[in-house]
């Protein structure tokens, strides 16, 4: 009898249209044209992508630099940098060799820990990722508010409504997003290029003033020295306030996470792609360099150039040090543009913050059994990062000094787990140099971010928040799909093939057997208890399957099925699979399938409480078995005339 299906509603379809299983990419048509090969970017074209994270923190780094370390500010730049050339620079280089299909840092650590410890730890950097991108989005929101709202044109009608504006900016990212947003490298190019160009005019006539008032440069030396006495001390105060620089270590994971739009050469390939990792090294080393000039220079004219007074809070270079000298020395006119440019860029962080964490949680979640069904979908998910850009942005008053600690705590446990990672890959090479080195990198990346955690803790709260919350829906997610067929294909091996033939001209019989000693009288006793509970005949013929459980926290796997013969009279098919219930409900369909005819499957009842049973079930992949069959072929053949038979005794 046929249902009558109800369409979904129009909402319900588009919030859900594109919906697929994310761990397979997205469906498509069913006559649709196959989509040609991705022939990627030249490096340099895919470093500005990268480039819209990593050079707008120009935007506000130079004024959080002030505010932490003061007429210090150069000298903890210059750390900064060293930081970033010597350790950040050649981790991340690593990184790429390892991953080269922008798995990143996560995917690494993901290699060395199997079983839930392995998907906890995961599930846990993933709530730092989150954090990481998630501020991106509203601290670049807020920084792009206080560069309109301290526009000299715009600050009489706008300056109480930072809040708003921020919201509203965050709202304008999410319903680009909802409409459908594509990464466009060719804006990036275009934004990159237009804001770095206004930044050397910035820089070139702040050292011009620099450079013909030379009593600023002495005023400045004679109070750095008046204040911290001698080098040693300045380069002391420097390495204690280096964490709160942190921001300015940003986009390398960003630079990893882009390496499929790389070009490459010609011969590469998925395997072997040498040219993708060549490049993206190229991209990673001349970003890094760019920054580091530009880095140095502005933190160097925004101190001598800019009183102190107006870093701090409600001060005209608070979060915009270098649109306030390009008001201050080039005139409203070029500070406006410069104001749209830095907004500009500003904006399109947050929106590849945004394609980031819409393309990082369906690299792993999926695999994990852990999305939730409507997760799977871009829509509903940019509405749940906008809720919560929306309630970051509140409690943190739209604030871009605020915001810093999170935002660098996020930046740090990422840089600090791809040292870790890579010191390790480097350790399993048997490089010991490498090993060495990238061992006093991971201890600083270490230090920083536990010093920056212990000043401020905001960047933990929020990634604590984030990171229960990832493991709370994720784990529900999982206990409410573990009834699914989640095996994704069958394979039988001749042996296996031949057992299927033979047997398909009776009926099919199939018994669920936990193996043990393997010997002659485990299989003899457990056929005649079947009989004897069943009441089955002496002519009818079996075939025992054996699974034996590999990673129960794994979700979806293929599934190789192996026949053998086993004291010369017993068929026996063995497996291996996460989860026994759903290995066997896969190869009961598979069979149906193959041969045409419903099979029969025949159990013992599992002794013990029920609920303990279904944990077992849940956590290891074994326990109540014969009654999980049955509910996972339920779910998968919901025609119960055509469901292969499941029998308990």
Not at 82 to 99: F, I, K, M, Q, W
Not at 135 to 163: G, K, R, Y
């Amino acid at each position: 009898m046929a249902t009558t299906e109800h369409p979904p509603s129009r909402l319900r379809a588009w919030m859900l249209e594109g919906l697929s299983d994310m761990g397979k990419g997205v469906q498509q048509a069913p006559h649709a044209a196959p989509e040609p090969p991705h022939k990627g970017q030249r490096w340099w074209r895919v470093m500005c992508l990268t480039g819209v994270d990593y050079f707008s923190t120009l935007g506000y780094q130079p004024g959080i630099a002030a505010l932490a370390a003061g007429l210090l500010s150069p000298v903890a730049t210059l750390v900064l940098v060293l930081v970033t050339l010597a350790g950040a620079l050649p981790v991340y280089r690593r990184v790429a060799e390892e991953s080269p299909h922008g798995q990143g840092s996560i995917a690494m650590l993901e290699r060395l820990l199997s079983f839930w410890q392995g998907k906890l730890f995961v599930l846990t950097l993933l709530g730092f990722a989150a954090t990481d991108f998630l501020i991106t989005i509203t601290l670049s929101a807020a920084d792009a508010s206080t560069h309109l709202v301290e526009n000299p044109h715009l600050t009489s009608a706008l300056h109480s409504h930072q809040m708003l504006i921020t919201l509203f900016l965050v709202a304008l990212l999410g319903a680009v997003f909802l409409k459908g947003f594509l990464e466009a490298i060719g804006v990036a190019v275009a934004l990159v290029g237009i804001y770095l160009a206004l930044n050397v005019v910035v820089v070139f006539v702040g050292l011009w003033h620099v450079a013909t008032a030379t009593h600023v440069v002495t005023d400045w030396s004679s109070a750095l020295t008046a204040q911290h006495g001698s080098v040693f001390a300045m380069v002391g105060v420097a390495l204690l306030v280096f964490p709160k620089l942190a921001l300015g270590l940003s986009g390398f994971e960003t630079g990893v996470a882009v390496m499929p739009h790389v070009q490459g050469d010609p011969q590469d390939t998925e395997e072997r792609p040498t040219g993708r990792i060549r490049d993206t090294k190229k991209l990673l080393t001349t970003a890094a360099l760019i920054m580091s000039g530009f880095l140095i220079t502005t933190s160097f004219i925004t101190t001598l150039l800019i009183p102190a007074p107006e870093f701090e809070p409600g001060g005209k270079a608070n979060g915009r040090a270098l649109a306030y000298l390009a008001h201050h020395y080039l005139g409203n006119a070029f500070g406006t543009v410069y104001d749209v440019s830095t907004i500009a860029i500003l904006w399109f962080a947050g929106a590849s913050a945004m394609a980031g964490l819409l393309n990082l949680m369906p690299r792993y979640l999926p695999r994990y059994g852990m999305a939730p069904h409507w997760a799977r979908a871009v829509r509903p998910m940019v509405i749940v990062f906008t809720l919560i850009g929306f309630l970051v942005t509140w409690i943190f008053d739209a604030n871009v000094d605020k915001q810093g600690g999170a935002y660098a705590t996020g930046v740090l446990v990422l840089i600090s787990s791809a040292a870790i990672a890579v010191t390790i890959a480097a350790h399993r090479a048997g490089q010991r140099k490498w090993t060495i080195a990238f061992a006093v990198i991971s201890t600083v990346f270490l230090y920083t971010t536990v010093v920056n955690v212990i000043e401020r803790p905001d960047g933990v709260k929020i990634g604590a928040c984030f990171i229960v919350g990832i493991i709370l829906v994720s784990l529900l997610s999982r206990l409410a799909r573990a009834f699914e067929l989640r095996v994704t294909s069958v394979t039988l091996d001749p042996m296996a093939e031949r057992f299927i033939r033979d047997i398909a001209s009776r009926k099919i019989r199939f018994i669920a057997n936990k193996p043990g000693r393997r010997d002659k009288a485990e299989y003899r006793d457990k056929i005649e208890q079947i009989r004897a509970d069943n009441d089955i005949p002496q002519a009818e013929d079996f075939v025992f399957v054996e699974v034996t459980v590999t990673d129960p926290s794994e979700f979806e796997a293929g599934l190789t099925v192996r026949g053998e013969v086993l004291h010369d009279r017993y068929r026996v098919l063995t497996l291996e699979s996460s989860s026994i219930p759903n290995a066997l409900a896969a190869l009961l369909l598979h069979v149906r399938e193959a041969t045409g005819c419903t099979p029969h499957i025949y159990f013992e009842w599992t002794e013990g409480n029920p609920f303990r049973n279904f944990l077992r079930f849940f956590l290891f992949g074994q326990g109540e078995v014969a009654p999980v069959t049955r509910e996972v072929l339920r779910e998968a053949e919901p025609d119960r005339a055509r469901r292969p038979r499941v029998h308990t005794g």
